[in-house]
C-alpha cells in the first residue's frame, strides 16, 4: 500500500524558534498533500491543502505566515512553524492524496511538537 | 448540522462479537466515503474505502454505503481487543480539492 512519513517524529523546541517538518509519499506521487494538526482527546483539525507547484490553501482562522508550506516536490511537502511558542505543542499529521487509488488520502505517522 | 456525524461513543463490545459503527453525512454532492482508525497517540490507518452503494467487505471489514438515506457504517466482525481504537469516518465532496471532511470519531472499546 501507498506509504508516507515523515521527519522528525518528535522534535523538542524553545520558544521562539522554527521548526521544519517533511512530509514524503514515498511509492506515489502526490500533487496534492494535507497538514492536519490534533490536540489530545480532539478530532483532527486540516490546516491547509498544499498543492505541488503552487501556494497552499489555508484553513480559516490558520495564520499562514507563522505555518510555512512548500510543496517542491511531488513527493515531498515541509510545513514550516514558525517562531513557535508553547501554544504550538501538537502533534502535526500531513497526508497526500493518492489519485491512482480514487483520491484516498494516506496519512503520515505524525510529527509530536513540544515547545517548551 | 454538522457535515460528518458520528457518535462518539464509547462503543463496548465483548471479544467476538460484531461492532457496528455509524456515520450521517449532510452534502448530496458526497463522492467517497473512507473509514480510518486510530490507535492512541498515532496518526490514522485506511481501513477502507467506498464509493457505491452496497456493501463492500474486507476481511473482517465491512463497509455499507446508502447515499439515499446519507449514511455509512463499518461493520467489524469477530471483534478483537486489538480493534479498540477511534473509528473515523470521512467524506471527500466534490469540488473541494480532495479535501476530506471527518466525523469526531468514534471510540470502540472491545472487552475479552
Known amino acids: 500500500g501507498a506509504v508516507v512519513s515523515q521527519h522528525p517524529s518528535w522534535v523538542i523546541c524553545k520558544s521562539g524558534t522554527s521548526v521544519k517538518i517533511e512530509c514524503r509519499s514515498l511509492d506515489f506521487q502526490a500533487t496534492t498533500m494535507f497538514w492536519y494538526r490534533q490536540f489530545p482527546k480532539q478530532s483532527l483539525m486540516l490546516m491547509a491543502t498544499?498543492?505541488?507547484?503552487?501556494?497552499?490553501?489555508?484553513e480559516q482562522g490558520v495564520e499562514k505566515d507563522k505555518f510555512l508550506i512548500n510543496h517542491a516536490s511531488l513527493t515531498l511537502s515541509t510545513l514550516t512553524v514558525t517562531s513557535a511558542h508553547p501554544e504550538d505543542s501538537s502533534f502535526y499529521i500531513c497526508?497526500?492524496?493518492?489519485?491512482?487509488?480514487?483520491?484516498?488520502?494516506?496519512f503520515g505517522p505524525g510529527t509530536r511538537l513540544l515547545v517548551l | 448540522q454538522k457535515e460528518v456525524e458520528q457518535n462518539s461513543g464509547p462503543l463496548s463490545v465483548p471479544e467476538g462479537a460484531i461492532a457496528s459503527l455509524n456515520c450521517t453525512y449532510s452534502d448530496r454532492g458526497s463522492q467517497s466515503f473512507f473509514w480510518y482508525r486510530q490507535y492512541s497517540g498515532k496518526s490514522p490507518e485506511l481501513i477502507m474505502f467506498i464509493y457505491s452503494n452496497g456493501d463492500k467487505e474486507d476481511g473482517r471489514f465491512t463497509a455499507q454505503l446508502n447515499k439515499a438515506s446519507q449514511y455509512v457504517s463499518l461493520l467489524i466482525r469477530d471483534s478483537q481487543p486489538s480493534d479498540s481504537a477511534t473509528y473515523l469516518c470521512a467524506v471527500n465532496i466534490y469540488n473541494q480539492g480532495g479535501k476530506l471532511i471527518f466525523g469526531q470519531g468514534t471510540e470502540l472499546s472491545v472487552k475479552p
Open positions: 498544499s498543492n505541488e507547484g503552487s501556494k497552499a490553501t489555508y
Open positions: 497526508s497526500a492524496r493518492d489519485l491512482t487509488s480514487g483520491e484516498t488520502q494516506y
